[in-house]
Nanobody, 129 residues
Framework: QVRLVETGGASVQTRGSLRLSCVAS????????MGWFRQTPEKGREGVGT???????SYSDSVKGRFTVSLDSAKTTMYLQMNSLSPEDTAMYYC???????????????????????WGQGTQVTVSS
């Protein structure tokens, strides 16, 4: 059974930093493309950053240069390091996994037509000015 559990969401001030974690069980990262998505009532759900089985990453324009997706050496946890946060980053953040064969670029750019197979329950990030 696949399970993705996000932690690390919090309330922070503008220009602050946060690191989200996604602990995965029931999957092998080397067979999946992993990603972070976020959702707000205004924009719906959108891709933030992805990392594929080759270690390639892809980011949305709105977070490029500020957010970094990475995996731990044991390949059981995915991270999202978020720097220079702004109120526009306020959202529920979700961890997701696509079945292997999908590149990081495809997973990000083709969402939601290419919808991840598995989702976590989400963790809330709130950035105040």
């Amino acid at each position: 059974q696949v399970r993705l559990v996000e932690t690390g969401g919090a309330s922070v001030q503008t220009r602050g930093s946060l690191r989200l974690s996604c602990v995965a069980s029931g999957i092998v990262f080397s067979s999946y493309c992993m990603g972070w998505f976020r959702q707000t009532p205004e924009k719906g759900r959108e891709g933030v950053g992805t990392i594929d089985s080759a270690g390639s990453t892809s980011y949305s324009d709105s977070v490029k240069g500020r957010f970094t997706v990475s995996l731990d050496s044991a390949k059981t946890t995915m991270y999202l390091q978020m720097n220079s946060l702004s109120p526009e980053d306020t959202a529920m953040y979700y961890c997701a996994a696509d079945v292997g064969g999908v590149s990081a670029k495809q997973a990000l750019e083709l969402y939601p037509a290419l919808n991840p197979n598995f989702w976590g329950q989400g963790t809330q990030v709130t950035v105040s000015s």
